[in-house]
């Protein structure tokens, strides 16, 4: 059974950090490639990051670049989104996903982290 068991977010103040992490497993892990996607309700998901199975390759929203760093630990197959300088904007509903191999679709999603800017 595939699981990705997310945790983190939560409330993160304008300029603040936070991190997601997600556990993943019933799948190949270090063959996958992982990523990151946002929902604020009422409004279709958007894509926010992308890293390959290797980790060598990482690839961001245009919006976020400079300020979330994806990456993934192989070993505990763990995929993170390190965001920092949050924004008012990044507020939203953020799942992990797992990336088909095409790169047109998202085979397996997470449960979803809210993360909550506020001051």
């Known amino acids: 059974e595939v699981q990705l068991v997310q945790s983190g977010g939560g409330l993160g103040q304008p300029g603040g950090s936070l991190r997601l992490s997600c556990a993943c497993s019933?799948?190949?892990?270090?063959?996958?490639?992982m990523g990151w996607v946002r929902q604020v309700p009422g409004k279709g998901p958007e894509w926010v990051s992308t890293?390959?199975?290797?980790?060598?390759?990482?690839y961001y929203l245009d919006s976020v670049k400079g300020r979330f760093t994806i990456s993934r630990d192989n070993a505990k197959n763990i995929v993170y989104l390190q965001m920092n300088v949050l924004k008012p904007e990044d507020m939203a509903e953020y799942y992990c996903?797992?990336?088909?191999?095409?790169?047109?679709?998202?085979?397996?999603w997470g449960l979803g982290a809210p993360v909550i800017v506020s001051s």
């Open positions: 996903v797992t990336v088909h191999r095409s790169w047109t679709s998202f085979d397996y």
């Open positions: 019933g799948f190949p892990f270090r063959t996958i490639d």
């Open positions: 890293i390959t199975s290797g980790g060598y390759a990482t």
